[in-house]
T-cell receptor
Framework: DSGVTQTPKHLITATGQRVTLRCSPR?????VYWYQQSLDQGLQFLIQ???????AKGNILERFSAQQFPDLHSELNLSSLELGDSALYFC????????????FGPGTRLTVL | AQSVTQLDSQVPVFEEAPVELRCNYS??????LFWYVQYPNQGLQLLLK??????LVESINGFEAEFNKSQTSFHLRKPSVHISDTAEYFC????????????FGTGTRLQVTL
């Protein structure tokens, strides 16, 4: 158990819908990362937050957005969902976001029908 | 920008045999290198990392990897594998000095059989 929690574990929805994935980092970690793992694209970095502020951005679609709240939990919002958005979404956290180990959560499996 | 190539998508090996999982990277700047392992239906766990110093790094469960700057490689090795090593292994790179976003390879499925 990494100490990073993600909810829900599974999510099944329809095209065009909007979903929110939630991540709670390990106690004491200030930085949160979101990754997408799909058969087509592999593991891809989406976005990083540090203490509420966006720090780095990767291959995140405009239909996707994220934020980190004052209690340091983070949410990833996916809207106008398409079939190709079906994937495993991982959240990771680290203490500072620089030169330190990222601890991964168990992931949220999103299925878009 | 960085990229990572894991040439072998699957590596079958018998228990107690040695194994090498290959990883090559491309980057215009200095990098940090990582190996992560993903067991079925679980998240990723850090296996080992190279930040600086000795080019040979070891994990607590017998894996080791050597950073070779001239060949831009970071191959993972274990002299004797166990059934419990069956998992997906991902090589990753990040820009040194920041170590924020990780760029992953496509993964290598290590299948250990009796």
């Amino acid at each position: 158990d990494s100490g990073v929690t993600q909810t829900p574990k599974h999510l099944i929805t329809a095209t065009g819908q909007r979903v929110t994935l939630r991540c709670s980092p390990r106690s004491g970690d200030l930085s949160v990362y979101w990754y997408q793992q799909s058969l087509d694209q592999g593991l891809q970095f989406l976005i990083q937050y540090y203490n509420g502020e966006e720090r780095a951005k990767g291959n995140i679609l405009e239909r996707f957005s994220a934020q980190q709240f004052p209690d340091l939990h983070s949410e990833l919002n996916l809207s106008s969902l398409e079939l190709g958005d079906s994937a495993l979404y991982f959240c990771a956290s680290s203490v500072s976001g620089r030169m330190d180990e990222q601890f991964f959560g168990p992931g949220t499996r999103l299925t878009v029908l | 920008a960085q990229s990572v190539t894991q040439l072998d998508s699957q590596v079958p090996v018998f228990e107690e045999a040695p194994v090498e999982l290959r990883c090559n990277y491309s980057s215009s700047v200095s990098v940090y290198l990582f190996w992560y392992v993903q067991y079925p239906n679980q998240g990723l766990q850090l296996l080992l990392k190279y930040l600086s110093g000795s080019t040979l790094v070891e994990s607590i469960n017998g894996f080791e990897a050597e950073f070779n700057k001239s060949q831009t490689s970071f191959h993972l090795r274990k002299p004797s594998v166990h059934i419990s090593d069956t998992a997906e292994y991902f090589c990753a790179v990040s820009e040194s000095g920041t170590a924020s976003k990780l760029t992953f390879g496509t993964g290598t499925r290590l299948q250990v059989t009796l």
